[in-house]
């Protein structure tokens, strides 16, 4: 049956909104996609390639699986003219996905010579010419879906950007050479972040978690629910380097008492002395950096700490690690502004002196909490194989709160959940304490 006149109008205008969105997005598609290679722009060739232990993944690689998202999650299933470089990346490049196929091994990401560095920024080339051609005429039926993949795809690569400074760090901390990723970072603040106070909160019933229907977030950071909270005291700032060095100088690390027995046979098979990176010479402590080998600054939060680590810590100062619902709670309504990547100085920084309010809340340094990762109340995950995304994780894991100086500023909120495993340490961990009230 033909269309009225009205209905086609209707029809015609939202179509044009639908183009509209759509060449938003594809200015912001851009923008993102930019970020990924102006960080890997200090690399020589021989850093792409290198895969430094199980957990960290060769740069090429992370540049190559963010391109994949988008041809196996929006090319191929919206384009139908479009043509991958080669079907081989659909085995080599998906990560995780085993509804959509066969991951090629975790662990041996580093074994791959091939494709190169010069294929790998061709194959980011020919999705991003192929990405545009879609979304400057989405089909009209399919544009919503679109969409809301190349929203979820754009959140994907920001969290890989983060991966890659994470994982260039370590890969460039195994060269005794101790080799800077950049030589012209930003200098950090010199003030004294002052004496840790603590900030009360009140017993009740709270709520917490992202209304999926009200902007973006991830599947796991939902839906809104209800906790209730007994009174509890958080610190106004980060644990700092001295104050951690305290708990080292007072054998922290050689005390069986205040750690975890999952985490005292960690530090037993680690041989964990220190938090990672840092190295003791002629008596001072240093530890490497993007920046490389750099005095440990006494004032800057704690990094690259476990769980086990945090939590010992905690135990010795007499507090506790905050739930994940008493940190949101706290950090509801505090300014999302912090030491993020865009600060440029990729180095946790000393906080400016703050008693009376919670500083650092956002930035700097992911946060561990207590809490394990596992679902909220009524969570569902996403329909299909993008539901791997968060909800196959819940297990073994604990939850980190805030973002960090790695974090791009636009990619984090309040309820944003991220995990690791407890014993993880080359992520920009630290913590903050709580207490009982």
Same mark, same amino acid.
């Given at each position: ?12 205008? %939202? ?15 851009? =923008?993102?996609? +930019? ?17 430094? &232990? ?28 479009? +043509? ?27 074994? %791959? ?35 809301? =993949? ?6 994907h690569e920001q969290q890989h950007q983060e991966l ?31 004496? !840790?106070?603590? %900030? ?44 951690? !060095? ?11 008492? %205040? ?38 600054? !006494? ?21 506790? !690690? ?13 300014? &999302? ?36 990762? +596992? ?18 994780? &819940?297990?073994?894991? &604990? ?24 014993h993880a340490r080359w992520a920009f961990s630290g ?7």
């Amino acid at each position: 049956m033909p269309l009225l006149a009205h209905e086609l109008e209707a029809s015609q205008q %939202l179509e044009t909104l639908d183009t509209l969105h759509a060449k938003e997005w594809l200015r912001r598609y851009q =923008r993102v996609r +930019r970020a990924s290679e102006r960080l890997c722009e200090p690399l020589c060739t021989e850093d792409y390639v290198i895969q430094s &232990m199980d957990d960290v993944s060769p740069p090429k690689w992370h540049l190559a699986h963010v391109t994949w998202f988008f041809e196996a999650f929006i090319l191929t299933p919206f384009q139908p003219s479009y +043509r991958t470089l080669d079907p081989v990346y659909d085995h080599l490049f998906n990560s995780y996905y085993d509804t959509h196929g066969v991951p090629f091994p975790r662990p041996r990401r580093g074994t %791959l010579s091939r494709p190169t560095v010069a294929d790998v920024y061709r194959f980011r080339s020919h999705v991003d010419t192929a990405l545009a051609e879609l979304l400057a005429s989405p089909p009209p039926e399919h544009a919503e879906e679109i969409l809301r =993949r190349v929203e979820l795809g754009l959140h994907h690569e920001q969290q890989h950007q983060e991966l890659l400074l994470m994982d260039i760090k370590h890969i460039l901390a195994q060269n005794p050479l101790c080799p800077a990723y950049r030589d012209d970072l930003t200098p950090p603040p010199t003030e004294s972040p002052g004496e !840790l106070t603590w %900030l009360a909160h009140d017993a009740g019933v709270r709520e917490i978690g992202h209304d999926l229907q009200s902007g973006f977030a991830y599947d796991n950071e939902g839906p809104v629910h209800r906790q209730f909270l007994e009174a509890f005291q958080l610190a106004n700032r980060p644990v700092t380097n001295a104050e951690f !060095l305290a708990f080292i100088e007072d054998g922290g690390y050689a005390r069986p008492e %205040l750690w975890l027995s999952d985490g005292w046979q960690q530090v037993g098979q680690e041989g964990w002395q220190a938090p990672l990176y840092w190295v003791q010479r002629d008596g001072e402590w240093y530890h490497f950096t993007l920046g490389g080998l750099r005095r440990v600054d !006494l004032h800057a939060p704690v990094v690259h700490v476990s769980f086990f680590e945090a939590d010992a810590y905690a135990r010795w100062a007499g507090g506790r !690690l905050p739930s994940e619902a008493e940190w949101e709670v706290a950090a509801r309504d505090a300014a &999302m502004s912090g030491n993020f990547v865009e600060r440029d100085h990729l180095q946790p920084v000393a906080a400016s002196p703050c008693i009376d309010a919670a500083s650092q809340l956002y930035g700097d340094v992911w946060e561990w909490t207590g809490s394990a990762y +596992r679902p909220y109340p009524g969570f569902r995950p996403l329909p299909g194989t993008l539901g791997e995304y968060n909800g196959k994780f &819940m297990s073994g894991q &604990m939850v980190l709160r805030g973002g960090c100086c790695a974090t791009p500023a636009d990619h984090i909120r309040p309820s944003y959940r991220n995990f690791f495993p407890p014993h993880a340490r080359w992520a920009f961990s630290g913590f903050r304490l709580a207490r009982e009230a």
